[in-house]
Structure formats: structure tokens, C-alpha cells
């Protein structure tokens, strides 16, 4: 049999739509392109992202401030030293420390001076306690950052692949359209059909036209959106992106997730170390109203002439001193009442992320068992029309179909493969969302299949 010139350019889409749906809308058609997994553009973010940089920064400047309070236990060394003339008395706005701040010198004085915290209940263990704790919750707040970025850049990785594969399967449907379009002003020249044919036909091209604009913009913003993830600036060559790998693997129950969320998610260990911090900040408010006992010696000398100091103590000087506040105004009592609601208030920031967590953890677990839902209903929707077009051509084959049948067939296993590949896109998605919602790296292509 004979196959009528009309149904060519039905035959040549049918071969068009066939290789779209055995590519899974190729990635690799062009070859000038750089590849882009979803770990390197992670690795890529997380060298960086500002966002990071900063939380090191803060890092770091709390590792400062623990050696800076724990240097108050240490003795503290000076030299100091004054040449004057005039009042001998008169030059205490130096504050100089050791022989300089004697009055009984003449002209000059020198000395080394070495100064202890000697008891003080407990002011410098409690303001070193808190400064170790806020440094570890800078630490973890760090690890936080880390795994958002991580999701942040797999989500817009994720969306940037979807985006390509309905721009992708536009360009298809559009030139579907067009061959859609050639059929019905030919079936209408050769009177087989009507005009409204052929305007419904132009119209439906029309709209694919529309849809295919809209999806190549939404390609662009896709991969603008991928670029801030991973701090990069955009590139006027867009790299291609590979569909991450899956691995088959079991979810826990619902409560296990949780647990393991509200045990391991960097942000509830940073809330709780955040309230042992200030815990620690009232108990040093609370020992600011107990006395403080410091020694003090120096070595030195300096013009003693005509002075009543003694020549056996014009050469070293030692003195422990006792300081209690007695009244201040109410202010040590308000600077324990301010510590205490700090931590109520920390407290209570704590039982709120913690619902929260468990609130994200249970939509992203129930978010979770949709897709799969989706993924198993969409994948066997898409064997269907696997065997629904291997009947159609074999039907095509015996002469009891056309080629138009077949091209609908086969357009419709285009729209149920893009549909199931979207349904595994959005699982991932979602996948992402509850590892970090239970404080679990972002598996970063070695996601579970369902």
C-alpha cells in the first residue's frame, strides 16, 4: 500500500515526537554546552554564597571572644612609667597604674606591674561558659547554613530541569501544531474537511506559539534563579543539567522522623545552646552583686627625694584589695530581672521552633507519600501509553489506522512520559525538603526512588 503524500509530515512527527520521548528531552543535543551535576553546583554555592562567608565570620568572632574571656584568668602584665613636673598629686587623670600613680615621686617613676582576679564568685567562669556556648551555636548555625544552601540550590536545580523539560516538550507540541495546521488546509483543499477546520487548527497553533514563549522565559528565570543559589553571576551560555541519579531506599515512620528532627536539626541545637548561654549570662548577673577579691604588685622605681617614703619600699609595692557593691541604685536588680526574661523568652522561642519543626517535618512526610502516590499512578499511566502506541503502530502497520491515530498516540505518551518525569522532579523536590527538615544533609543526587 501506497502512503498517501498527505500523511509525510504526520509520519515525520510521529519519528519527532518519538525521539523526545526516548531522550527524556536530551540535555546533551548541545555539545558546546559545560555539564552541571546538581553535587558540583552545590560545591559551587558553598564556596560562594555570602550567606556562608558571613556565618564563618561569626564563627570566628565568637572563637575571639572565648580566648578574650578566658584571658581573665590569667595574670595580666603591664609597664608603665611618667616624667611630670608641677603638683606631684595632680596627674590622676592618667590613670596610670604601679610607681607612676604615686604621689610622693618627683620627676619621673617606672614599673612592671602584674595584677590576678584572685576570687571572684564565679564572674569569669560563667561569662566564659556563655561565650563557649555561643561560639558552639555559631558553629552549628554554620552547619545550618550549609544545609540550606544545599536545599536552596537542589531546589532551583530541580525547577531549572523541570522548567527545560516543558520548553522542551512546547517546541514539540508547537511543531505538532504546525504539521496539525499543513494536514487540515490540505484535507480542506482537497474538500475533506471544512474552514473551521483550519481556523481551530491555526488557533490551537496560535496558543502553542504562546506556551512555548512562556516556557523559554521561564527556562532563562529558571536558570537566573539556579546562578543566585550558588552565588554565581548569570552566564550567557546556560550549562546543561543532568537529572540526579536515584537510589532505592526506605523512609522511617512518621515518628522516628521527627525525633531524629528535633535531635539533630542544627536549629534546635542552637536554640537550646542559645538558652544554656543566657543561663549562664544570669548567673553572672546574680554573682555581680557578690564582692570581687584582686591582687596587685609591682616592680620598679623612680626619684623618691625628699620624700617620706622609706628606701626599702621604693622598689616594690603589693596589695590584695576587696570591691562589694553595697548600693547601686537597683541597677544589679535590674540587670538580673533583664537576664531572667532573656531566657524566658529564649525558652520560649525554643518550644515554638520546636513546633514548628514538627510541623515541617509532618507536611513534608505527608508531602512526601503524595508524590509517591503520584510517581507510581503517573508511571503506570505512562506504560499504558507505551503499549497503547506499540498497538497503534502495529494496528498502523495491518491498514486499519492512520498515521493521524498513531501521531495521537504517541503525542499522548510525549504529555504522560513529561508528566511522570515532573512527578519524579517534584519527589526529589520534596525528598530535599524533609531531609532538611529532619537536620539531614541534602542527599544531593542519591536521592530514594519511590
Known amino acids: 500500500m501506497r502512503i498517501p503524500s498527505i500523511y509525510l509530515p ?3 512527527s510521529v519519528f519527532a515526537l518519538n525521539v523526545f520521548a526516548q531522550g527524556n528531552g536530551s540535555q546533551t543535543a548541545v ?8 553535587p558540583q553546583a552545590i560545591a559551587i554555592a558553598l564556596k560562594r554564597q555570602p550567606s556562608l562567608q558571613k556565618a564563618q565570620a561569626r564563627e570566628q ?17 603591664s609597664v608603665s612609667g611618667i616624667a611630670k613636673a608641677g603638683l606631684s598629686g595632680a596627674t590622676n587623670a592618667l590613670g596610670l597604674v604601679g610607681f607612676p600613680a604615686t604621689p610622693f615621686d618627683r620627676n619621673f617613676a617606672g614599673s612592671l606591674n602584674l595584677s590576678e582576679a584572685i576570687f571572684d564568685f564565679g564572674r569569669i567562669h560563667h561569662a566564659l561558659a556563655a561565650a563557649k556556648l555561643r561560639s558552639q551555636a555559631t558553629v552549628v548555625q554554620t552547619q545550618a547554613e550549609n544545609r540550606r544552601i544545599a536545599l536552596a540550590v537542589t531546589q532551583a536545580y530541580l525547577l531549572t530541569i523541570a522548567a527545560t523539560n516543558l520548553d522542551q516538550l512546547a517546541h514539540v507540541t508547537e511543531q505538532t501544531e504546525e504539521l496539525t495546521v499543513r494536514r487540515a488546509s490540505a484535507y480542506y483543499q482537497a474538500k475533506l474537511d471544512s474552514k473551521y477546520d483550519v481556523v481551530e487548527a491555526e488557533a490551537n497553533l496560535a496558543r502553542a506559539r504562546g506556551d512555548r514563549m512562556h516556557t523559554t522565559e521561564a527556562v532563562h528565570a529558571a536558570y537566573a534563579a539556579l546562578d543566585a ?13 543532568v537529572m540526579p541519579s536515584t537510589a532505592h531506599a526506605a523512609i522511617p515512620p512518621l515518628p522516628d522522623e521527627i525525633a531524629t528532627a528535633l535531635r539533630t536539626r542544627p536549629g534546635m541545637k542552637a536554640s537550646s545552646l542559645t538558652v544554656q548561654a543566657l543561663r549562664e549570662e544570669l548567673a553572672l548577673a546574680r554573682a555581680q552583686s557578690r564582692p570581687t577579691v584582686n591582687g596587685f604588685a609591682a616592680g620598679g622605681g623612680g626619684r623618691f627625694n625628699d620624700s617620706t617614703v622609706k628606701p626599702n619600699q621604693q622598689h616594690g609595692v603589693g ?8 548600693y547601686t541604685g537597683g541597677r544589679l536588680k535590674a540587670e538580673r530581672v533583664e537576664a531572667l526574661a532573656e531566657v524566658n523568652a529564649a525558652q520560649a522561642d525554643n518550644d515554638m521552633l520546636r513546633q514548628q519543626v514538627e510541623l515541617e517535618v509532618c507536611r513534608s512526610y505527608y508531602g512526601l507519600a503524595d508524590q509517591q502516590a503520584q510517581v507510581r499512578a503517573l508511571t503506570e499511566e505512562r506504560s499504558a501509553a507505551e503499549q497503547a502506541l506499540h498497538l497503534a503502530q502495529a494496528r498502523y502497520a495491518a491498514h486499519l489506522i492512520s498515521a493521524y491515530d498513531v501521531m495521537q498516540a504517541q503525542v499522548h505518551l510525549s504529555k504522560a512520559d513529561a508528566q511522570a518525569t515532573q512527578a519524579g522532579i517534584d519527589y526529589q523536590a520534596m525528598l530535599a525538603n524533609l531531609e532538611f527538615a529532619t537536620g539531614v544533609n541534602v542527599s544531593a543526587g542519591t536521592a530514594p526512588a519511590p
Open 10 to 12: 504526520l509520519i515525520f
Open 61 to 77: 568572632e565568637a572563637e575571639a571572644k572565648v580566648r578574650e574571656v578566658r584571658a581573665a584568668y590569667y595574670p595580666q602584665l
Open 31 to 38: 555539545s558546546a554546552k559545560t555539564t552541571l551535576t546538581l
Open 319 to 326: 596589695a590584695v584589695g576587696v570591691e562589694m557593691p553595697v
Open 229 to 241: 543559589a550558588m552565588g554565581t553571576e548569570e552566564n550567557s551560555v546556560e550549562p546543561v543539567l
